[in-house]
């Protein structure tokens, strides 16, 4: 029988990341666009940034990173029963990203899917993998968030091309009996708001022949946007749980800009090196971020186990929201 006290939760068992061979610095962007390493350093705290090679798509470094993740967990491939993919650069329409990373793994009896929320893709796919588990739907999900901006970008607008790169990140989640106070996802929170669908957005898709296919952003407005949604997303997480600001051991944010980070982080009352920052050497790789950082902060020994990090995104939609993880 199994015991009362335990509930069923998503744990997180595995990371796993990807990134191109090739670096592009702000002193390459200049040599591209007009700009220069001291405005983009300023604005936003990039440094470089990941430019994917034509053979490194989203299924192929997602894959890696998800090969790595169900390794770091020990978990067989032929065991995965989902993934799920957060991407706005697909190598096709279709079969999904997902699917073609599951023939890729040889994840045999996983079902899988592609998920559209741009930058907070990660945290829409978490929430989702979250339910499913919780549901008893399945064991074990891949969630992965996999982008080639390089792609979508327009390199006459100085204005947006500095600002993104290449890169994906996996997660594995899987299901376990654990304690109240025990590892896993406490809570997740999803909002979206189409009426601001025009702050940012990608003008064409395989369903519109006519549109090339290009990002496209209100910096200013979406910034204003950012740093009060998120913060409220931040708050709602926090009062859902019981919890308070000084009980979050770790914030690892979405990485589009570091003054946004910052601006959240302050909100908080959390100190920098309670802040995961990875905008510096990867720039905004979209649904690929948090993962990427949250990867970063475990492998490398600074977030640890029993850790509680709270992660929080926005995106072209808008979307937003956030996830509380107990690692
Ligand atoms: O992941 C999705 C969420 N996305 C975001 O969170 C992005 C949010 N927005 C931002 O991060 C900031 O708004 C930006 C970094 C995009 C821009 O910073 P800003 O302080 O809002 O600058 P701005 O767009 O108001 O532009 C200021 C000036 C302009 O010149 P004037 O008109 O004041 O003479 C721009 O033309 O900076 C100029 N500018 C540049 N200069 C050099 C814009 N881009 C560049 C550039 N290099 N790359």
């Known amino acids: 029988m199994s015991d009362p006290a335990l509930i069923r939760r998503a744990v997180l068992t595995g990371t796993g990341t990807y990134l191109p061979a090739q670096i592009v610095t702000n002193e390459d962007m200049a040599k591209r666009v007009d700009t220069s390493d001291e405005w983009i350093t300023e604005r936003t705290g990039i440094k470089q940034r990941h430019f994917a090679a034509p053979h490194e798509t989203a299924s192929f470094m997602g894959a890696e990173a998800g090969r790595q993740a169900l390794s770091a967990a020990g978990l067989a491939p032929e065991a995965l029963g989902a993934i799920i993919v957060g991407t706005s650069t697909p190598d096709n329409a279709f079969p999904a990203t997902a699917v073609q990373i599951q023939a890729m793994l040889g994840a045999s009896k ?3 899917f592609d998920l559209a929320a741009a930058c907070s893709g990660f945290i829409y796919g978490l929430s989702v993998a979250d339910a499913m588990i919780r549901a008893g739907q399945v064991e074990s999900v891949l969630v992965i968030g996999t982008e080639v901006y390089s792609r979508i970008l327009n390199f006459e607008d100085r ?7 290449d890169g994906a990140g996996a997660v594995l989640l899987q299901a376990r009996n654990v304690a109240k106070d025990g590892a896993g996802l406490l809570s997740t929170h999803l909002h979206a708001d189409g009426r601001l669908g025009d702050i940012l957005y990608v003008d064409g898709a395989t369903g519109r022949r006519e549109m090339p296919g290009h990002l496209v952003m209100n910096g200013r407005e979406v910034f204003r946007h950012a740093v009060s949604l998120l913060s409220s997303a931040v708050t709602e997480a926090l009062s859902a749980n019981g919890l308070a600001a000084a009980d979050i051991d770790f914030l690892v944010p979405h990485q589009a800009n ?3 980070i910052d ?8 100190p920098p090196e309670r802040v995961v920052v990875t905008v510096d050497k990867h720039a905004n790789t979209s649904a690929a971020s948090i993962p990427l950082a949250l990867h970063e902060a475990i492998a490398g020994g600074r977030i640890k186990p029993g850790a509680l990090v709270l992660l929080e995104a926005l995106g072209g939609g808008l979307t937003w929201g956030s996830a509380l993880l107990r690692i």
């Not at 204005?159 to 790169?165: Q, R």
């Open 258 to 260: 570091k003054r946004i």
């Open 263 to 270: 601006g959240v982080g302050k909100k908080l009352g959390l």
């Open 159 to 165: 204005g947006t091309c500095v600002l993104f790169g």
């Open 110 to 112: 996983a079902f899988g």
